[in-house]
């Protein structure tokens, strides 16, 4: 088999750059070893900043994305008892987000490949990437019994966290950068319409929760809870009494319930690897970096990194130029820490840290207080959340 970019990983990363690739007239293949059915309905994240949409929608895949995601102006942060709403829009000169479930996108994507006669080979197993360092990179996988060999122009690793792409660079040429966090997040889905139009981000003296949603009739609710927390141990009552605890307010805000479709436990980590290329292969989205969850960031900085790397790849299969791949690194890196500081800082304000004492929830709060107080400080949160341009 022969291809110009060999694609591990069918989430956003992968599919999006095999589309934005083909849209440039240049083929790829994506290799995912998971099944499709699978993929297309792993719930992970929900929200798109306003530059994720654009790109979505130009590129011709964001028709379902516009009649069904829901448009959100603003965000609230509630605290004591109190509810503060930071209007988005109005401080970021119209920008906004749109919810609409990682999922969804997904699902959008394979049909578009699909419809275009793109190939994405699900349920391939033991994927392996080679001869990085040559101009005829290559993975082999298994297919459908038989085992293949893909000559490749270029490999793109768009295989996640844990995927093979970013271990197979030999030991000393990536640096990596982590913080990991005392707590994990423990998420539902549930069959209720939402009680709030926008989402809500909660700091409470028993933890953070988050209140989101899916759609009119589905509620994603996070709560903070230990990283290694059994989630046995938590019944759905159990889970709506604490969702309760934290998000209510003093003027009587009720959230609604409903049947939980599904729960589970995330951990949290900030993580980058540096450089996000080696030879021939080219990292993007969470093969690269990861953030704790708290920022919004991790599908839209996916999203970020192929746009880049579509435009280097169109620039060097067409006019065989180099140095925008060269810079590829560099070029993304620049808004990963963007994100994974804006990623850290909001877990940091928002969530109860074990062991930490008064000291340092007096300086939560005031952090707390001083974004809800100020415009400077609210434009600042309002601006990273929506996301800065693509470019
Ligand atoms: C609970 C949760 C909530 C989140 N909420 C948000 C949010 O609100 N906003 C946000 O922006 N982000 C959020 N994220 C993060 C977001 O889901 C990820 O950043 C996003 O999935 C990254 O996309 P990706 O394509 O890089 O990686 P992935 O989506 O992980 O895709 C990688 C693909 O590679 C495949 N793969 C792995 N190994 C191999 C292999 N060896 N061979 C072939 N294929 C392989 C995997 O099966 C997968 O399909 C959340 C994540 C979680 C877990």
Redesign the pocket.
Same mark, same amino acid.
């Given at each position: 088999m022969r291809t110009q970019v060999g694609i591990?990983? *069918?989430?956003? #990363?992968?599919?999006l750059l095999s589309h934005l690739l083909h849209l440039s007239g240049i083929e790829s293949v994506v290799?995912?070893?998971?099944s499709r059915d699978?993929?297309e309905h792993?719930?992970? #994240?929900?929200?798109?900043e306003q530059g994720a949409v654009d790109l979505l929608v130009q590129s011709g895949v964001g028709e379902r994305l516009r009649r069904e995601g829901l448009v959100h102006h603003g965000i609230e942060l509630r605290f004591a008892g109190r509810g503060h709403r930071i209007d988005l829009t109005e401080l970021t000169g119209g920008r906004a987000i749109t919810v609409y479930g990682?999922q969804e996108v997904v699902k959008d994507l394979i049909r578009a490949r699909r419809d275009a006669g793109g190939q994405v080979l699900f349920d #391939?197993a033991a994927?392996s990437v080679h001869a990085l360092e040559s101009t005829r990179p290559r993975i082999r996988?298994r297919h459908d019994d038989g085992d293949v060999e893909m000559q490749c122009d270029v490999i793109a690793g768009?295989?996640?966290?844990?995927?093979?792409c970013r271990p197979s660079v030999p030991v000393g040429v990536l640096s990596s950068f982590e913080r990991s966090y005392p707590f994990a997040?423990l998420?539902i889905l549930a069959e209720a319409a939402p009680s709030h139009e926008e989402l809500i981000y909660a700091y409470h003296e028993r933890g953070f929760a988050l209140f989101s949603m899916r759609s009119p009739s589905i509620t994603r609710l996070y709560l903070q809870v230990a990283p290694d927390e059994d989630i046995g141990q938590w019944s759905d009552d159990r889970i709506w009494q604490e969702l309760h605890t934290r998000l209510e307010t003093d003027d009587g805000w009720k959230l609604n319930e409903g049947r939980v479709l599904e729960k589970?436990v995330?951990g949290m980590r900030s993580y980058v690897t540096e450089p996000m290329q080696h030879g021939r292969l080219f990292l *993007?989205?969470?093969?690269a970096h990861?953030?704790p969850?708290t920022g *919004?960031?991790?599908?839209?900085? #996916?999203v970020a990194d192929v746009h880049v790397l579509s435009r280097a790849l169109a620039a060097f299969f067409k006019s065989r130029r180099e140095d925008l791949l060269a810079a590829y690194s560099q070029t993304c890196l620049k808004r990963v820490w963007r994100a994974e500081h804006f990623s850290w800082w909001m877990t940091s304000m928002l969530h109860r840290f074990p062991g930490d004492d008064v000291f340092g929830h007096r300086l939560q709060r005031s952090q707390l207080d001083y974004v809800v107080g100020s415009r400077a400080a609210a434009t600042s949160l309002a601006e990273n959340y929506v996301g800065l341009p693509l470019g």
């Open positions: 591990v990983g *069918a989430g956003p #990363a992968g599919l290799i995912e070893s998971r699978y993929v792993r719930v992970r #994240a929900g929200v798109l990682q #391939a994927v996988f768009c295989d996640g966290f844990h995927g093979i997040w998420g589970g995330t *993007a989205g969470d093969s990861i953030v969850p *919004a960031k991790g599908m839209n900085l #996916a």
